[in-house]
């Protein structure tokens, strides 16, 4: 690929939330103060949202990261589960042994047995859910019911809800106004503007070890920002499949045609062809795209 030809480390662009390319700035940065702010006070629901690609997934594992050992989390990707399903993966989470066969009444009697426990011992569990907006309705009811359990001072478990915006639409139902209310702390992640987008690839870049801070020129910056509309996800595919397409074309810079080759191999992205484009540049890029999808797709 190209990292030894520009000096890199590791992939600066990939789709797996690493934490280590966390942004710590702006709408990133505010939605882990307020999770953490909003864990410290001890009640209720917390929910992030925010559209698909701005990095709801990475925020979330960046949390349970930072989080001391005050706190016991139970994290679950995939809340797609009936409600019998949600009280067995949360059990699960919390390190409870059970029988698959065992009664409902019996498993929500051992989950309240070990928050109790845990409050004894001066911890705060933190269940945290990753595309909320996929769960049934008749199991965020049970999610509501299961944080009934409290003692005198306060809640036995925190929820934290990570969802697209369909899930405030969800929320909106009069059948789930009871969980609504609870939700003490809500935040909603924006793309990112033009200025930040430059921030977030150099960001990026110096992670996986490039020293260089023109690498990208201004105007592929904007370019970036112009076809990817400030999503994060949008900007890593751009700039990895622009930096094939430069890698292929022997330039020693990202420039805004290497921008818009990307873009027309990525879908969601909003760009326009330019004429002057050289045949033999957009020939080259598009054999460097092609052959970036494939190692791309299977990892190599």
């Not at 944080?147 to 915006?165: A, D, S, Y």
């Not at 330019?274 to 970036?292: D, F």
Request: with cysteine.
């Amino acid at each position: 690929m190209y990292l030894d030809y520009f000096g890199l480390n590791e992939p600066p662009f990939t789709l797996t939330p690493d934490t280590e390319f966390f942004f710590d700035h702006g709408s990133h940065r505010e939605a882990l103060n307020v999770l953490q702010v909003a864990l410290q006070g001890g009640e209720g629901f917390i929910k992030v949202t925010g559209e698909v690609g701005t990095g709801k997934t990475l925020i979330c594992r960046k949390l349970l990261g930072v989080l001391d050992a005050q706190y016991v989390t139970a994290y679950i990707p995939n809340p797609f589960l009936n409600p019998t399903a949600l009280r067995m993966a949360l059990a699960e989470e919390l390190g409870i042994r059970f029988a698959r066969n065992i009664g409902q009444h019996r498993l929500l009697g051992l989950i309240t047995d070990k928050l109790i426990d845990y409050s004894a011992q001066g911890k705060q569990v933190v269940l945290l859910l990753d595309e909320a907006q996929a769960m049934p309705d008749e199991t965020l009811e049970a999610l509501r019911l299961l944080t009934n359990l409290e003692t005198e001072k306060r809640k036995l478990m925190q929820v934290v809800l990570f969802g697209q915006p369909e899930l405030d639409q969800r929320l909106a139902q009069k059948k789930l106004r009871q969980l609504r209310q609870r939700i003490v702390f809500s935040y909603r992640l924006d793309a990112l503007d033009r200025h930040t987008v430059g921030e977030y690839v150099c960001h990026r870049l110096g992670v996986a070890g490039c020293t260089r801070r023109d690498l990208f020129t201004p105007r592929a910056l904007k370019q970036v920002h112009r076809a990817s509309h400030g999503i994060p996800r949008l900007v890593n595919l751009l700039s990895h499949k622009a930096m094939m397409a430069a890698y292929g074309a022997g330039a020693r810079s990202v420039t805004p045609a290497h921008i818009r080759l990307a873009a027309r191999d990525t879908d969601d992205t909003r760009t326009r062809p330019h004429r002057w484009v050289k045949l033999a540049t957009t020939l080259l890029g598009v054999l460097a795209l092609t052959s970036a999808g494939l190692l791309y797709a299977y990892g190599l």
